[in-house]
């Protein structure tokens, strides 16, 4: 059973940086494509990027440039690299397969001050 737990949120300044773990990405992310997703207050939640078994990535046009997946080779895990934070970046941050087929995880919050 496959349990999605993130971290890594917190309060940050426009302008910083952040760097989300999935530590079940490890066991899903060899067969998987694996996504972050976002949810701001009012709003649906969205994907913001994506990364295939073989690699390949993609992303939401709001975060081209700022946001990137690296895999951790160690551990196969892919994490949430978010760098150049805005306001609008603000919202709980969901891991899971993509398309998501597993029960989401309480997300973490990342909420970014203007």
């Known amino acids: 059973q496959v349990q999605l737990v993130e971290s890594g949120g917190g309060l940050v300044q426009t302008g910083g940086s952040l760097r989300l773990p999935c530590p079940a990405s490890?066991?899903?992310?060899?067969?998987?494509?694996m996504g972050w997703y976002r949810q701001a207050p009012g709003k649906l939640r969205d994907l913001v990027a994506r990364i295939d078994s073989g690699g390949s990535t993609n992303y939401a046009d709001s975060v081209k440039g700022r946001f990137t997946i690296p895999r951790d080779n160690a551990k196969n895990t892919v994490d949430l690299q978010m760098n150049s934070l805005k306001p609008e970046d603000t919202a709980v941050y969901f891991c899971n397969t993509w398309p998501a087929v597993y029960a989401w995880g309480q997300g973490t919050q990342v909420t970014v001050s203007s």
């Open positions: 490890g066991r899903l992310s060899s067969r998987n494509a």
